[in-house]
């Protein structure tokens, strides 16, 4: 990264400095001033770039947008008035992979003006934390500006080095179902969705999201001219037109974070901290759980989700399902295809839908009031074939008559290729409709578990009834993908890119590898892995996703039946991105430690200290992790499980076969 001046000062965290004629810079530093962010006026145009520890991250970067016609409201901009002002306040997390977060930061206001023609407002607000910053723009209510469109929002982020960037496409694969890809920034050669991971050559990671998502478009990224400045590209509505606004209104927050190492990206808050505190009341309602489900055996193509002699979700499989979860520490059960629409084609034609109205051989009252009985939950299924039309004109009539019955979450989806047959799922239109399903879920006291989403921004600080949204390329590839299923190296590389966005609801623990109908696909992985997964990839709502006579007697199943879901603290002890991970996280409720670790395709061996565990308490490790044999593609099931004292001193040696994993109990004396 190139040198810059070095700014003394930084007992001075905010600095505005007049230059000559009529350019100003300004400045904000983080609150231990080893960020700051400058934000310059050139010739009228609006500019800003990110420095860390006197390093350039972000070049001079531009800012501004077209609107309407290409009128552009980007430049012939004067500086009206900058404020500054410091925050610090820790709140805490209804659930989360640690309850306290810190939002502590300095923020810079710069109200710009156009010198000439309409002299239309336009304001910046920089927000810089010591792990990064963001910025967003704020429309005031003006005479000359009411109601608009976006036609192009011109941020870029301008790398000052070309560096390895972890990507997937953002418009040709369906709702981020893709598998992520390195290259150099230079060369990405597509239009790609965030987060967008980038690696330094000193072992340092830059993040480039959004935070709080409104209203507004979804942020894709493209090299510009193949060079290393990132150009904001807004997923349009069909019309062409990126956002429709009308003033006063502001835009999300485009966020950066700029971390030293893997753990501190893994633990960096600020998509959170940018989003607003918490609009419900009272979250003793909203419980993460562990969860089972009438749904592996559709992808299998065991049963169906619409009418047959398979139906999967008739009364009497359901009541299994809630008598296993009853006996194994599961909370909730899924069940999908209950309800009529989905006979014939339903993906893209939603229409049919009807959320109020089961199947004959579905009986919600006795299935509900026999779980009740048994002290399980329903999920409830809305799948809306990407009608949300049909599914707005229902959703509060759909919320009541499943809470009628005990139900207080449920999975949504949008299989289709078009929402409602004309809009991708990342526009303003889609992302209105996601709001408005979480808003009126919230206002019901139902949890959503959301999948086919726009990419999450961290809704879930002011919504925590947004529990955990799909939006990745999860484990139901493994049962039908036609490219053999997901790769091992996959789930090494999400916890530093699709993860950052927020929850996933990935659900693994399959522990029957080979789908007979489709046997060219497979999970291609150890039977080790899938527990250590249950540690790596965070969600507040966890599946055990296989068949329940797959789990029967099999030893490695305890670790699914014990593993918690809600988190005190997370570290990330050793990584590289696409190769391997070890995770270790505090359950909430307990003194208890759990590590996950996992490898792409290559074994290896891991030395893991466990320093993290509290100096005076002694524990128990149980460890279910490959056999020497085991291998995913020849011997996967091959696992030893054991166990052995544990205290703050302990050092594990660990082997991780390929595509391999282990995973631990640390449980407190
Ligand atoms: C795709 C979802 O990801 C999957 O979980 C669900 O079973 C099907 N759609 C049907 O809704």
């Given amino acids: 990264m190139k040198k810059i001046k070095l700014i003394t000062s930084i007992l001075l965290t905010i600095i505005i400095v007049t230059a000559c004629n009529s350019n100003k810079e300004i400045i904000v530093f983080s609150p231990s001033g080893n960020i700051f962010a400058e934000f310059e006026l050139k010739n009228g145009k609006p500019y800003y770039r990110i420095v860390k520890n006197n390093k350039q991250v972000i070049d001079f970067s531009r800012l501004g947008f077209d609107l309407n016609e290409k009128n552009s409201f980007n430049e012939n901009f004067m500086i009206k008035n900058t404020t500054e002002s410091s925050f610090d306040q820790t709140w805490e997390q209804p659930w989360g992979e640690e309850i306290f977060v810190r939002n502590h930061y300095n923020e810079l206001t710069v109200e710009l003006q156009e010198i000439e023609g309409k002299q239309r407002l336009l304001t910046l607000i920089f927000r810089v934390f010591d792990d990064g910053a963001g910025f967003r723009y704020v429309f005031p209510e003006q005479p000359n500006l009411t109601d608009f469109e976006i036609t192009d929002e011109l941020t870029e982020f301008s790398l000052s080095e070309d560096l390895h960037a972890w990507h997937i496409t953002a418009y040709k694969g369906e709702y981020y179902e893709n598998l992520y890809k390195k290259s150099l920034i230079s060369k990405i050669g597509d239009t790609v969705s965030t987060p967008l991971t980038i690696e330094t050559d000193d072992g340092q990671y830059i993040t480039i999201h959004e935070a709080n998502l409104a209203d507004y478009a979804a942020?894709?990224?493209?090299?510009?001219?193949?060079?290393?400045?990132?150009?904001?590209?807004?997923?349009?509505?069909?019309?062409?037109?990126?956002?429709?606004?009308?003033?006063?209104?502001?835009?999300?927050?485009?966020?950066?974070?700029?971390?030293?190492?893997?753990?501190?990206?893994?633990?960096?808050?600020?998509?959170?901290?940018?989003?607003?505190?918490?609009?419900?009341?009272?979250?003793?309602?909203?419980?993460?759980?562990?969860?089972?489900?009438?749904?592996?055996?559709?992808?299998?193509?065991?049963?169906?989700?619409?009418?047959?002699?398979?139906?999967?979700?008739?009364?009497?499989?359901?009541?299994?399902?809630?008598?296993?979860?009853?006996?194994?520490?599961?909370?909730?059960?899924?069940?999908?295809?209950?309800?009529?629409?989905?006979?014939?084609?339903?993906?893209?034609?939603?229409?049919?839908?009807?959320?109020?109205?089961?199947?004959?051989?579905?009986?919600?009252?006795?299935?509900?009031?026999?779980?009740?009985?048994?002290?399980?939950?329903?999920?409830?299924?809305?799948?809306?074939?990407?009608?949300?039309?049909?599914?707005?004109?229902?959703?509060?009539?759909?919320?009541?008559?499943?809470?009628?019955?005990?139900?207080?979450?449920?999975?949504?989806?949008?299989?289709?290729?078009?929402?409602?047959?004309?809009?991708?799922?990342?526009?303003?239109?889609?992302?209105?409709?996601?709001?408005?399903?979480?808003?009126?879920?919230?206002?019901?006291?139902?949890?959503?578990?959301?999948?086919?989403?726009?990419?999450?921004?961290?809704?879930?600080?002011?919504?925590?009834?947004?529990?955990?949204?799909?939006?990745?390329?999860?484990?139901?590839?493994?049962?039908?993908?036609?490219?053999?299923?997901?790769?091992?190296?996959?789930?090494?590389?999400?916890?530093?890119?699709?993860?950052?966005?927020?929850?996933?609801?990935?659900?693994?623990?399959?522990?029957?590898?080979?789908?007979?109908?489709?046997?060219?696909?497979?999970?291609?992985?150890?039977?080790?892995?899938?527990?250590?997964?249950?540690?790596?990839?965070?969600?507040?709502?966890?599946?055990?996703?296989?068949?329940?006579?797959?789990?029967?007697?099999?030893?490695?199943f305890e670790f699914i039946r014990i593993v918690p879901v809600d988190w005190s603290e997370t570290i990330i002890k050793e990584g590289k991105i696409g190769d391997y991970v070890v995770t270790a996280r505090k359950d909430k409720h307990s003194d208890d430690w759990f590590i996950g670790a996992i490898t792409d395709e290559n074994e290896r061996n891991l030395r893991i200290d466990f320093s993290f565990l509290d100096k005076d308490k002694k524990y128990t490790a149980k460890i279910f992790k490959d056999a020497s044999d085991a291998e995913w593609k020849t011997n996967p099931y091959s696992i030893v499980i054991e166990e052995q004292e544990a205290d703050a001193n302990t050092i594990m040696d660990l082997y991780l076969a390929s595509g391999g994993g282990a995973a631990v109990w640390i449980k407190a004396e």
Avoid at 333 to 339: Q, R, S, T, Y
Avoid at 470 to 482: C, F, K, L, P, T
């Fill in 219 to 556: 942020m894709n990224l493209y090299p510009k001219h193949n060079s290393t400045t990132l150009k904001v590209d807004l997923t349009p509505w069909s019309t062409g037109i990126k956002v429709y606004a009308r003033t006063p209104f502001a835009t999300p927050w485009r966020t950066v974070i700029l971390a030293n190492n893997l753990n501190a990206l893994v633990n960096s808050r600020i998509m959170l901290n940018l989003n607003e505190p918490c609009k419900i009341e009272n979250t003793d309602w909203i419980k993460p759980s562990k969860y089972v489900g009438i749904w592996w055996e559709m992808h299998l193509e065991k049963s169906t989700w619409g009418q047959s002699e398979k139906h999967g979700a008739n009364t009497k499989n359901v009541m299994s399902f809630i008598d296993f979860a009853a006996a194994n520490n599961f909370q909730s059960v899924l069940v999908e295809g209950w309800n009529y629409g989905w006979d014939g084609k339903w993906s893209g034609h939603g229409e049919q839908f009807i959320f109020t109205k089961p199947y004959p051989d579905f009986d919600i009252k006795k299935i509900t009031d026999y779980a009740t009985k048994k002290g399980v939950k329903l999920i409830g299924h809305h799948e809306t074939g990407g009608s949300t039309v049909n599914y707005e004109n229902q959703m509060k009539d759909a919320f009541a008559f499943y809470k009628k019955y005990g139900i207080d979450a449920v999975k949504t989806g949008y299989v289709a290729k078009l929402l409602d047959g004309k809009e991708l799922h990342s526009s303003q239109y889609g992302v209105r409709h996601y709001r408005k399903v979480i808003e009126t879920a919230a206002n019901s006291q139902i949890m959503i578990d959301n999948h086919e989403p726009v990419m999450p921004t961290g809704l879930q600080r002011t919504y925590p009834n947004l529990m955990t949204q799909e939006g990745v390329r999860g484990q139901e590839y493994d049962a039908w993908s036609r490219d053999g299923g997901n790769p091992p190296e996959h789930t090494t590389v999400l916890p530093f890119t699709r993860c950052l966005a927020g929850p996933v609801d990935f659900t693994f623990g399959t522990f029957s590898f080979i789908n007979p109908v489709y046997p060219q696909t497979r999970v291609q992985t150890t039977l080790a892995k899938q527990l250590a997964l249950y540690v790596v990839i965070y969600s507040p709502l966890q599946m055990a996703s296989d068949l329940l006579e797959n789990y029967e007697g099999n030893p490695a």
